[in-house]
């Protein structure tokens, strides 16, 4: 039985990283591993539209044995030395402090909005003011841990680099 999900969950990753192939020819497909937690698979160079806003996507396999309740994962592309977020994309399981809202699935795709010019996200209660990107290098910023309803406690994170090109 464990050898029939090791099976499906390398066969998924494999899958998952031939649909993230890109036309970019220097681009790596790359693997982050956040241990106990999940696998994340995404593009090591991004080419960037000339204006607006794009998905960078990453493909994830949930590890089998994580618990899923108050466990949760985030994904940031940041300045190099700054404290700047550009993006962000994240997952979650059941959160006990919510009312309703189902754990996301083991296997998926969670996407990163990026764009341009400076955006925003506006919420009941208050807004996030995002940077628009430029050609560069960033870093992309793996938190994981578990939630307690206000924070991610036992936090860990994991810092990788990421090239976005023009």
């Known amino acids: 039985m464990m050898h029939k999900a090791k099976l499906i969950t390398v066969t998924s990753v494999l899958f998952l990283n031939a649909y993230l192939m890109t036309d970019q020819a220097n681009a790596v497909i790359k693997t982050t591993v956040l241990p106990g937690f999940a696998n994340l698979t995404y593009s090591d160079s991004i080419k960037l539209k000339s204006k607006g806003c794009q998905e960078i996507n990453f493909s994830y396999v949930v590890d089998e044995s994580l618990p899923l309740v108050n466990t949760a994962f985030i994904v940031q592309l940041v300045h190099k030395t700054k404290k700047i977020m550009y993006g962000y994309s994240y997952w979650f399981s ?49 938190a994981f841990g578990f939630y307690d309803g206000i924070n991610v406690g036992d936090k860990k994170v994991i810092i990788e680099s990421i090239k976005l090109t023009s």
């Open 94 to 142: 059941d959160i006990s402090t919510t009312d309703g809202l189902p754990s996301m699935s083991r296997i998926g795709t969670i996407p990163m909005k990026i764009c341009r010019n400076n955006w925003e996200i506006k919420a009941k209660t208050e807004t996030t003011k995002y940077i628009g990107v430029k050609p560069g290098s960033y870093e992309l910023y793996f």
